[in-house]
Antibody, heavy 122, light 107 residues
Framework: QVQLQESGPGLVKPSQTLSLTCSVS??????????WSWIRQPAGKELEWIGHISPTGNTNYNPSLKSRVTISIDTSKKLYSLKVTSVTAADTAVYYCARRLFAGDYDAFDIWGQGTKVTVSS | DIQMTQSPSSLSASVGDRVTITCQAS??????LNWYQQKPGKAPKLLIYDASNLETGVPSRFSGSGFGTDFSFTINGLQPEDFAAYYCQHHSDLPLTFGGGTRVEIK
């Protein structure tokens, strides 16, 4: 059974860089049917798609964050990472990693990590 | 960006009730719409994909319908474990966006 687990600092200072890693266990990591994704949710608010990366390293980002976001992948270690630069209080949120699976008519975030809370504060 | 407008933002219902949530897209998204359930402190869980297809293992009291810009999600016979927030999400184009959510509370 595939499981995702986020890790990284829970507190980041304003103007610094937020860095998180998602480790994937079980299952096959490098399928062309997967896009490894990051999604965040500020407290009491809706979900926001940040971006995703394919096993071959192709990325897409939300234009609202594109200038500050980098997603990278290490297929040998079955993990992928998120970096958000120049953070402000508006980046405070629970960050989720999730697998986007697309196969035939199916295209959805079918597996999620438990989420990790990141607070931006001095 | 495609905007997803969910309504209502919250509702109160009793066990056994039928509950319907709507989601409207700002442009035609065909049937490229998913529904998720999120319980407090937990990650979202996929319930419905492509507007009307039940994810494996999800109880049949959950259902979805719609095409184009107007979609609905229904729970037939609300159970205690169904009190949660529900979100729609389109996958018609990038960026992917979610609706604002509907919180289903106990009456």
């Amino acid at each position: 059974q595939v499981q995702l687990q986020e890790s990284g600092p829970g507190l980041v200072k304003p103007s610094q860089t937020l860095s998180l890693t998602c480790s994937v266990s079980g299952g096959y990591f490098s399928s062309g049917n997967y896009l490894w994704s990051w999604i965040r949710q500020p407290a009491g608010k809706e979900l926001e798609w940040i971006g995703h990366i394919s096993p071959t390293g192709n990325t897409n980002y939300n234009p609202s964050l594109k200038s500050r976001v980098t997603i990278s992948i290490d297929t040998s270690k079955k993990l992928y990472s998120l970096k958000v630069t120049s953070v402000t209080a508006a980046d405070t949120a629970v960050y989720y990693c999730a697998r986007r699976l697309f196969a035939g008519d199916y295209d959805a975030f079918d597996i999620w990590g438990q989420g990790t809370k990141v607070t931006v504060s001095s | 960006d495609i905007q997803m407008t969910q309504s209502p933002s919250s509702l109160s219902a009793s066990v056994g009730d039928r509950v319907t949530i709507t989601c409207q897209a700002s442009q035609d998204i065909s049937n490229y719409l998913n529904w998720y359930q999120q319980k407090p402190g937990k990650a979202p869980k996929l319930l419905i994909y492509d507007a009307s297809n039940l994810e494996t293992g999800v109880p049949s009291r959950f259902s979805g319908s719609g095409f184009g810009t107007d979609f609905s999600f229904t729970i037939n016979g609300l159970q205690p474990e169904d009190f949660a927030a529900y979100y729609c999400q389109h996958h018609s184009d990038l960026p992917l966006t979610f609706g604002g959510g509907t919180r289903v509370e106990i009456k």
